[in-house]
């Protein structure tokens, strides 16, 4: 059995790494930069605390910020076409993973444009090419998407999100700075964070899991629960925590994939616009809950991970130990228990969709849409 690991060629952590930013563009002679950042965050200055460095350093830019929170195939086209238009010969993705996701698949498009449809990129896509050069940004702590090699895009007139997975597509240098999420409200930090527990915890338990992402997943449960509560209460010490937790895990969960609470959350934000993290964090205890008999004594661990003491306890008992422990720092954090939306008559595409989830392979149980149906009913 041969494991395939690939990283970011360079990463830099810490209060004030974005500042490492114009040293790299000078060390590699690029000219101009196609500033990929959400509305949101450049209209509160937050995209601003990077192009303030690149104005002090005579650093030409133009920034495309028509992102949507679920990036559509429709964002996509628009910024390969801006970033046509724009003369720039690198990228800087700035913002939560709408941003990264959509950077990556205009950076892929633009070095292949044989995928210009976008459709065309999802699952394996077999690219030539590496994306243009890319600095990512993250302003959230949970998707990682600044440290994997996955993407997501939403296809609106099919009701359906598709997942890209891209050795091509992982951005070059990561700058990971807690001050960047510094301004993230309450709400957004809680269902990042959530995103990242799912992240670490499907990472793993999937099928694909083994001892190198198994180590960093780990130690990214234990930093995500010892720090997320402090994070959504704007603490520093919580934001550092939870910025290095989720890149953590973003380094683990890239090379050996998710599992099906991810495709049933996928499938939530695509039919009705369900937050990512949120979508995660309902279906985590759920999917625990389906698969723990299918993970050997992995719950012990991650029970552990998330400070309960497990000595003398049964299989049983430290299964619905970790399962209890991740509904508690849900709730710690706000997140609903149920998603009023959903309705009877949506399940059977719901479950099918959510079976044709490039993530679904990975989920360590066997499973079907007939299964798939009965868990998104525990939502209702």
């Not at 801006?82 to 010969?89: I, L, R």
């Not at 964070?193 to 992240?199: C, I, V």
Request: aromatic residues 6%; proline residues 5%.
């Amino acid at each position: 059995m041969v494991n395939r690991f690939v990283l970011n060629g360079t990463s830099y952590h810490g209060k004030g790494a974005i500042q490492e930013i114009p040293g790299i563009i000078k060390a590699k002679g690029f000219k101009k930069a196609f500033i990929a950042s959400d509305p949101d965050l450049v209209k509160f200055g937050v995209t601003k605390k990077v192009t303030d460095l690149l104005d002090a350093n005579g650093m030409d830019y133009v920034i495309y910020s028509e992102i949507k929170p679920n990036p559509t195939i429709e964002n996509v086209k628009d910024g390969v076409a801006a970033y046509k238009e724009s003369g720039a010969d690198y990228m800087i993705t700035i913002g939560g993973g709408s941003s990264m996701d959509t950077g990556k698949a205009i950076g892929i498009i633009i070095n292949n444009p044989e995928f210009e449809d976008v459709r065309s990129l999802e699952g394996v896509a077999p690219t030539k090419n590496p994306t243009v050069f890319t600095i990512a940004v993250p302003t959230t702590a949970g998707t990682a998407a600044e440290a994997t090699i996955n993407y997501v895009i939403t296809d609106t007139e099919k009701k359906r999100k598709f997942v890209c997975v891209d050795v091509n597509d992982i951005p070059n240098v990561a700058i990971v700075d807690p001050d960047m999420m510094s301004t993230m409200p309450k709400g957004l930090t809680a269902a990042t964070g959530m995103d990242a527990l799912t992240h670490a915890i499907e990472g793993y338990t999937t099928a694909a899991a083994w001892e190198l992402a198994d180590c960093l997943n780990l130690e990214a449960i234990k930093l995500i629960s010892a720090n997320l509560r402090k994070a959504v209460e704007n603490d520093p010490e919580g934001r550092e925590g939870m910025a290095l937790g989720q890149f953590v895990t973003g380094m683990a969960f890239s090379n050996v994939g998710l599992g099906i609470a991810h495709s049933m959350a996928h499938t939530l934000g695509a039919v009705y616009d369900t937050p990512h993290g949120v979508a995660c964090a309902m279906m985590l205890p759920i999917v625990m809950e389906y698969n723990q008999e299918a993970t050997g004594d992995k719950f012990k661990y991650i029970a552990e991970a998330m400070g309960v003491d497990t000595t003398g306890m049964s299989v049983d008992e430290y299964r619905k130990a970790a399962i209890d422990a991740v509904k508690a720092l849900s709730k710690d954090v706000g997140i609903p228990e149920k998603l009023p939306a959903l309705k009877e008559e949506d399940l059977d595409f719901l479950a099918a969709s959510a079976y044709a989830d490039a993530c679904r392979p990975g989920n360590p149980k066997e499973t079907s849409e007939a299964d798939m149906k009965e868990l998104f009913r525990k939502l209702m």
